[in-house]
């Protein structure tokens, strides 16, 4: 009630600032120019939340600026666009979402942006999805970049729109490309072997977000709270959680800081398991990359496996 409240509240807010804040914007022009001059090459991409930033700094480098529209530390679930955000794209040359529902706001804006020359780039085209147990949020998983597998078709579609909107340094963003898609491959043959080697394959976390990275390596996630961390669970719910632990013997709770991660810990002492902190990228922690999260995230879990 109160969220569908603020939702309106704020369609209105931007939808009067795009008529009445022409001033303004034109103000900011001047600024803009000289901003312009001083990153004269770079391109200027915007992103919606975290993994892409990851993946188009990954490929982009010092050619381009990235502004993430999710704010560092907040739920990217829950979040609605605000009118810094529609400014940003508007000066925008590329913006990237991740598509799958997990932006449901991204069409409304994009409708809303005057910015003609905007290149879209719906990340997860082409890649191999999940489709959602329940769909009361949309029909498919959004968390694909949880997938080493499936992260090297959003970050090649992501240098695929590169390479269109700056074609002089083509070879720049290939050789980027090709070096982060060995390291992911990389990474996944490593713990590919290793995962085989365990007999247990389930685990616990705070929000269903894990299954590309269960689909990856033949693994089971349960969770506290479901695939848009939403949930806090009932005492049944808890209790099915403390059941399922003690059943598969599972020695670790995983704990995310951006969902329910008090519940964790309660789960983790019924059970007389440990508390372990795993990524789900959604936003930037610990100041780790892709490539350093996944592989912790991994390493863990491969842990508290065997
Ligand atoms: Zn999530």
């Known amino acids: 009630m109160i969220k569908k409240f603020i939702k309106a509240a704020l369609i209105i807010i931007m939808s009067s600032c795009l008529g009445a804040c022409n001033n303004k914007i034109g103000n900011s022009n001047e600024i803009s120019t000289t901003i312009k001059d001083e990153n004269n090459s770079k391109v200027s991409v915007v992103v919606s939340f975290n993994p892409l930033r990851e993946f188009v700094e990954a490929v982009g480098k010092d050619k381009i600026s990235v502004k993430v529209m999710v704010p560092e530390g907040m739920e990217p679930h829950d979040f609605e666009p605000k009118p810094r955000d529609m400014e940003s794209l508007s000066k925008a040359q590329v913006f990237i979402y991740n598509g799958l529902g997990m932006e449901a706001w991204a069409e409304k804006t994009l409708t809303a942006v005057d910015n003609k020359s905007l290149e879209i780039v719906n990340a997860s085209k082409n890649a191999e999805v999940i489709k959602n147990e329940e769909v009361e949020h949309g029909e498919y998983d959004p968390h694909i970049w949880l997938s080493l597998k499936e992260a090297k078709i959003l970050a090649k579609n992501i240098k695929d729109a590169l390479v269109k909107v700056d074609s002089a340094n083509k070879a720049f963003y290939e ?132």
């Not at 990228?281 to 892709?290: A, F, P």
């Open 175 to 306: 050789e980027n490309y090709n070096e982060f898609a060995t390291k992911l491959d990389e990474l996944y043959n490593e713990y590919k072997k290793k995962f085989e080697t365990v007999s247990n394959k389930n685990f616990v976390t705070g929000h269903a977000a894990f299954a590309y990275l269960c689909r990856d390596f033949g693994l089971k996630q349960n969770s506290v709270e479901d695939v848009f961390a939403e949930g806090e669970p009932t005492p049944k719910k808890m209790k099915d959680l403390v059941d399922y632990s003690k059943n598969n013997n599972i020695k670790v709770i995983f704990m995310e800081e951006l969902a329910s991660p008090k519940v964790s810990e309660t789960l983790a002492k019924e059970v007389g398991a440990k508390v372990e902190k795993i990524y789900t990228i959604e936003s930037r922690e610990d100041n780790k990359d892709y490539l350093e999260s996944m592989k912790d995230n991994l390493e863990k879990i491969y842990n508290s496996l065997k």
